[in-house]
């Protein structure tokens, strides 16, 4: 029926990404700003090479918000420049390497640890939420 909403279903909330980011501490920390159907939406300020690492469970999506993001691959390497993304298969074992800082819009498994399988000092075990105010 139209201009009914389901009795358990939560309000649409907007999310100001731009707050996010400016909330965002540090780089490589990613920030949870909403979740669907399983994945969490996070935004992050990278800068620097990140570890290589895969995720066996999940794929992972990496849209560019500003900056340019290059994605190494062991055969071959990707570059993101602003409103291009790349989907990373799981198992692929992939390096994100920023060499000026860049924001990101990710959407990844809910509970996907950024490191993958390599852990480590930028390993993000749970992230914060962003919530607005």
């Known amino acids: 029926m139209a201009g009914t909403q389901h009795p358990t279903a939560p309000t649409p909330t907007k999310i100001d990404l731009g707050a996010a980011l400016a909330s965002c501490t540090g780089h490589w920390k990613p920030r949870i700003v909403g979740a669907l159907n399983g994945q969490e939406v996070k935004v992050a300020k990278l800068l620097g090479e990140f570890v290589w690492h895969r ?24 570059v993101l420049d602003p409103g291009q993304a790349v989907i990373v298969p799981r198992g692929v074992e992939h390096r994100p ?34 919530t607005t105010a």
């Open 55 to 78: 995720h066996d469970d999940t794929d992972e999506l990496f849209l560019v918000m500003h900056g340019r993001l290059r994605i190494e691959l062991h055969e071959r390497t990707i």
């Open 97 to 130: 390497i920023a060499d000026e800082e860049v924001h990101v819009l990710l959407f990844e498994t809910a509970g996907t640890i950024n490191t993958g399988d390599a852990g480590g000092p930028l390993t993000v075990d749970k992230p914060e939420r962003f």
